[in-house]
C-alpha cells in the first residue's frame, strides 16, 4: 500500500514511494496505492507552485 500524497511540494510522491513501487511491479508484485486529494497531477503543481517559487527565491527546497 503506497501513499502517493505529494511530501515535499511541487504535487509529486515521495522519490523512494515511487522507487519502491516501480521495484515491486519490476517483481511482478500487486501494488496498490491512494492519495488523499482527487486533483490531477497537473492541478496539484499549480495550486503548490507559489510555495515552490517562494522556497526557490530564498535559495532553499526544504520545508
Avoid at 17 to 45: C, D, H, M, N
Amino acid at each position: 500500500m503506497a501513499n502517493l500524497d505529494e511530501s515535499r511540494g511541487g504535487g509529486d510522491p515521495d522519490s523512494g514511494t515511487a522507487f519502491a513501487i516501480g521495484f515491486a511491479v519490476a517483481l511482478a508484485k500487486p501494488v496498490w496505492a491512494y492519495r488523499s486529494s482527487e486533483a490531477t497531477l497537473a492541478q496539484r503543481v499549480e495550486s503548490s507552485g507559489d510555495r515552490v517559487r517562494r522556497r526557490l527565491l530564498c535559495g532553499r527546497l526544504s520545508n
